[in-house]
């Protein structure tokens, strides 16, 4: 089974050296763990900032991998109180909707 992992966070306005480092430790993240990884800000209010990351298999590992990518990025530098909340499939129900 794998797992999602939503970080959510608010920014003080757009940072295009935080954007860049994000892509960046994002793209390192996915090579490293195989992980797909997105970036998005929220529709209504752009100061909040969310990584998804799906496709964890080992939510102990990948969460080391990113303590140790964030440190390397600079990442806690330039942003505050990250919120963090983990997510996975329905056991033995693949979440899609059947359609008639």
């Given at each position: 089974m794998t797992h999602a992992l939503y970080l959510y966070y608010k920014v003080a306005g757009f940072d295009a050296d935080l954007h860049r480092r994000l892509l960046a430790l994002q793209q390192e993240l996915g090579a490293r763990c195989g992980v797909t990884a997105r970036l998005l800000r929220r529709r209504d209010?752009?100061?909040t900032w969310m990584e998804v990351y799906e496709g964890i298999v080992d939510d102990t590992a990948?969460?080391?991998?990113?303590?140790?990518?964030?440190?390397r990025h600079g990442i806690s530098a330039l942003v505050g109180a990250r919120h963090a909340e983990w997510f996975?499939?329905?056991d033995g129900v693949?979440?899609?909707?059947?359609?008639?």
């Open positions: 209010d752009p100061s990948f969460a080391a991998a990113l303590v140790e990518a964030e440190q996975q499939p329905f693949d979440g899609t909707l059947e359609r008639s």
